[in-house]
């Protein structure tokens, strides 16, 4: 039983910050890789970021690789995404999703929070 709770979304211009949270319940944390995902109206979900449980490995998609960065605090059962020089393509619904299996978070991880929604005006 492993449940996410994501945070951090909201409205900001381009160019524009924003550092996003997911929450996890349970005393194993880390033992779950995670990973970031998102998706836009009308598009498929893609993915976005992902670390090990130790936050030792780390992985990008090349659209986001030098302006997001992917992190964890394994005491506070958190792992974070900040990003940087958003633009207005960033716009969408940015889930968080855990697995025992590292690979499993860079395409469909066995968990999945609720979703928070980013948008970046113009």
């Known amino acids: 039983q492993v449940q996410l709770v994501e945070s951090g979304g909201g409205l900001v211009q381009a160019g524009g910050s924003l550092r996003l949270s997911c929450t996890a319940s349970?005393?194993?944390?880390?033992?779950?890789?995670m990973g970031w995902f998102r998706q836009a109206p009308g598009k498929e979900r893609e993915f976005v970021a992902a670390i090990s449980g130790g936050g030792i490995t780390t992985d990008y998609a090349d659209s986001m690789k030098g302006r997001f960065t992917i992190s964890r605090d394994n005491a506070k059962n958190t792992v974070y995404l900040q990003m940087n020089s958003l633009k207005p393509e960033d716009t969408a619904v940015y889930y968080c999703?855990?697995?025992?299996?590292?690979?499993?978070?860079?395409?469909?991880?066995?968990?999945w929070g609720q979703g928070t929604q980013v948008t970046v005006s113009s």
């Open positions: 349970g005393r194993t944390f880390s033992r779950y890789a």
């Open positions: 999703g855990g697995s025992t299996i590292y690979d499993r978070v860079l395409n469909n991880p066995d968990y």
